[in-house]
């Protein structure tokens, strides 16, 4: 198959024969995972991990990163595991493993018309004038909080957190009316904007100093991507770094016990082992006799 490699920040994205997208990135003591990516609309979809196995080591895996073109098929890009399937509680990973291709999924088409009012999962989404979206939710202390969403290829993103209103208001009753409204069904998925990356970003920095610009802060919010509510960004990046930290120490463990070079290290081990013994031996012998050494000398003093 003819094969066409991309570079997006760590990843290595393959295009097989225009069919087929997967993507390949480093782990610890020189092994790789794979797996499939899928293109919806002008986001690229990262799915989960399909195959792990041997690979470059770190350097190695950098170097030929460098030398591959950047990514440009899509202006963003997210994990397929933050994103959900709209009338369910479940994320896009069963539905995109139907898709056999790349050129499967397009964009739903979006009619938004009138005022109205939906329900999506614990959010009131509210279509007003000029077809602007918001979302309601209950924060914290029992308020409700609210602010802006867009949409971008089909996929509904939750801005952040804009407003909120003095008073606080039940959750129960807030539950109960939102069970009342119609399902939410104009686009076929949905998420949180911070999930959203754009695909130039992924270029790596040479210093934090880089990162804050006000004025490119200001050009972001103005190109509708808002910041993420600091309650449900927090919620989902301490759950990712958990699991990158867990399968990190699986992944290692399973190296460190199914390295081949123990066979040769044993008799090493062994033998270090006894020695050891021997030189503690050795020293507690010592100190034995030094121990009785000092005795007798007291004894005759006395």
Not at 3 to 21: P, Q, T, W
Not at 59 to 80: G, I, Q, S
Not at 174 to 179: H, V
Not at 246 to 274: C, E, M, N, Y
Request: charged share 25%; with cysteine; aromatic share 14%.
């Amino acid at each position: 198959m003819n094969e066409i490699k991309y570079r997006l920040g760590d990843f290595i994205i393959i295009e097989h024969s225009g069919v087929l997208l997967t993507w390949v990135t480093h782990i610890a003591l020189g092994a790789q995972r794979s797996g499939r990516c899928f293109i919806v609309g002008n986001i690229l979809l990262i799915g989960s991990l399909d195959r792990e196995g041997d690979g470059f080591l770190k350097l190695e895996f950098n170097e030929h990163l460098k030398k591959l073109p950047t990514w440009d098929k899509t202006r963003y890009y997210c994990f397929a595991s933050s994103l959900r399937k709209v009338g369910t509680e479940q994320n896009l990973e069963s539905y995109l493993k139907e898709q056999l291709s790349i050129d499967k999924i397009g964009m739903e088409s979006v009619n938004i018309t009138g005022l109205s009012t939906f329900r999506l999962y614990r959010y009131k989404i509210n279509v007003g004038e000029n077809s602007i979206i918001s979302w309601q939710t209950i924060g914290e202390l029992d308020r409700t909080i609210g602010g802006r969403c867009f949409i971008e290829s089909g996929i509904l993103f939750i801005g952040p957190k804009e407003n909120e209103l003095e008073g606080a208001q039940s959750r129960k009753i807030f539950l109960n009316e939102l069970k009342l409204l119609p399902q939410w069904d104009k686009t076929f998925a949905w998420g949180h904007y911070r999930t959203l990356r754009i695909c130039e970003e992924s270029k790596e920095r040479k210093s934090y100093k880089a990162i804050w610009k006000p004025e490119y802060v200001k050009t972001y919010i103005t190109n509708n991507v808002p910041f993420l509510h600091r309650q449900e960004f927090r919620n989902e990046r301490n759950s990712e770094l958990k699991a990158s930290v867990f399968d990190w120490i699986k992944t290692t463990w399973h190296h460190i016990v199914d390295w081949k070079g123990w066979g040769r290290l044993a008799s090493l081990i062994i033998a270090g082992t006894f020695f050891g013994f021997r030189i503690f031996m050795f020293i507690i012998e010592k100190i034995v006799f030094l121990f009785q050494r000092i005795i007798e000398r007291f004894r005759k003093v006395h």
